[in-house]
């Protein structure tokens, strides 16, 4: 069983960064990949960013490379989303998720948190 905690959302202005905390509880967190997805009003989840166990491997929406960057310290047990150069379409309340499962693509994580609301300002 995991816990996730995300942190860190806000409003900010177009062109501000942000960088968003997804804090696991439960000592086998390395053994998780972890993926943040995003959800807009009147609009489906979407994939943003997952990343394998030991960090070494990313992947990243199209519409977020060169913006996003998804780490993890698995010390810390905390996965973390810094967001540059935000854009108003970046809106959405952002979920992070993680799984037993190797893969970084496909939406099907067993372990989510509550999200945390990022706002972003033309």
């Known amino acids: 069983q995991v816990q996730l905690d995300e942190s860190g959302g806000g409003l900010v202005q177009a062109g501000d960064s942000l960088r968003l905390s997804c804090a696991a509880s439960?000592?086998?967190?390395?053994?998780?990949?972890v993926g943040w997805f995003r959800q807009a009003p009147g609009k489906e989840r979407e994939f943003v960013a997952a990343?394998?166990?030991?960090?070494?491997?990313?992947n990243y929406a199209d519409s977020v490379k060169g913006r996003f960057t998804i780490s993890r310290d698995n010390a810390k047990n905390t996965v973390y989303l810094q967001m540059n150069n935000l854009k108003p379409e970046d809106t959405a309340v952002y979920y992070c998720?993680?799984?037993?499962?190797?893969?970084?693509?496909?939406?099907?994580?067993?372990?989510w948190g509550q999200g945390t609301q990022v706002t972003v300002s033309s």
């Open positions: 998720a993680a799984r037993k499962l190797n893969v970084l693509v496909g939406a099907n994580y067993d372990y």
């Open positions: 439960g000592r086998t967190f390395r053994t998780y990949v």
């Open positions: 990343i394998s166990l030991g960090g070494s491997n990313t």
